[in-house]
């Protein structure tokens, strides 16, 4: 059976902006520069920079290399799309910040103080929900 997709280059556009965003995240979380998935996948830093933008469609042959270098599954990119409009919100983004700058601290007694804060930190949030 063959289904007649309507063809709204907004939603296109959207999907690939969260492509994009995904692409982001991911190399973020990995503590790589886009200077550094560029090589990797061998194209410039303006195009890796345009994919992650979604100024540019990712091809599925540089997705699945994309995916290669950043050890996530195709559908990774995909997770968590929403077709309401919303990309990011402030709290996506402060996550993505926070991720960011912990892969830049080397020492990792300051890595392991910071880890043990966030974790007390939620264990007392769980601690004060659940006596509410």
Excluded at 8 to 32: A, F, N, P
Excluded at 117 to 131: H, I, M, N, P, W
């Amino acid at each position: 059976m063959v289904t007649n997709v309507n063809r709204d280059s907004s939603k296109t556009h959207h999907i690939e902006r969260h492509v994009g965003q995904r692409i982001r995240e991911r190399r973020t979380m990995l503590g790589l520069t886009q200077q550094q998935l560029a090589d990797l996948i061998g194209v410039t830093y303006q195009q890796a920079h345009k994919y992650e933008r979604g100024i540019n469609r990712v091809s599925a042959g540089r997705l699945f290399e994309i995916a290669q270098v950043l050890g996530v599954e195709i559908n990774f990119f995909y997770e968590e799309l929403d077709t309401s409009g919303e990309i990011m919100n402030e709290r996506q983004r402060m996550c993505l910040d926070l991720a960011r700058n912990f892969t830049r601290i080397r020492n990792e007694k300051h890595q392991d103080a910071i880890s043990t804060l966030c974790r007390v930190l939620s264990e007392q949030e769980k601690t004060e929900v659940g006596a509410a």
